[in-house]
């Protein structure tokens, strides 16, 4: 046995042939809760404190009927590392940068309509921000299409539970709070006002023209695209 044997899952995965239909309906009705459990053990040593990040992965089918036991796979983006796992019937396998692969062991029951299963997976270093996670987890299997989870489409925050001043700690003494909208505006809110063309404004403004006055900032403004201007080339206006 080498050291790249001890870094693969121990257990044997599902190979039952999955159907388009399979990964369809678990697209559709597969809800996935990602929740950070701790940073740190208070009872272990700091310094060896980043080997104890836990998170859950919530897996709940809220459809009508089972979720079968076969070679499908959900694809996750992560932005830490981890050793692959075996956790609660399913392998979890670090792929190649931040995507990774759930897949169900052979010994996995068909998730049944209301049931949840709880993934518990152990990562190498902390999380303090939701956009450590990434959106758009998919389910595939060999020759079918890939099925976006409609329950992580889009933003991290529709399924990345919210943090706390605990579960954003990354080790006991951290005092870093937890920022909120009125944190922010009492860090800036004694902030002297500056000419326009001191700020670095990116993209940079093909020519800038300062007015006189003053103007308050309220809901009356929004971001504008012209519509000549593509993508890759936007240009923001006051409506």
Known sequence: MNNNDLNKPAITQAT???????????????????EVKQNFDKNIDPENSKSNLIV????????????????????FGISRNFKNQINNNFSIVKGIGDINTITPTKDLKPIKAGETRIITLKLNDWIVAATD???????TSKNLHPVIIESTAGIV?????PFNSATRKRYPQDII???TAE????????V???????FAITPTPKSVSPLSGT??????????IHPRISNKHKVYNKH
């Open 16 to 34: 039952e042939p999955t159907q388009q239909s399979t990964l369809d309906y678990i697209g559709k009705n597969l809800g996935i809760n990602f």
């Open 56 to 75: 859950d992965i919530a897996l709940t089918n809220n459809g009508k009927f089972d979720i079968p036991t076969s070679d499908w796979s959900i694809y």
């Open 133 to 139: 996670i990434m959106p758009n987890w998919y389910v």
């Open 157 to 161: 925050d529709k399924f990345v539970k």
């Open 177 to 179: 709070s937890l920022p």
């Open 183 to 190: 944190s922010r505006y009492d860090i800036f809110k004694n």
């Open 192 to 198: 002297h006002l500056q000419k326009l063309n001191d």
């Open 215 to 224: 103007t308050t900032i309220d809901s009356s403004w929004a971001i504008a």
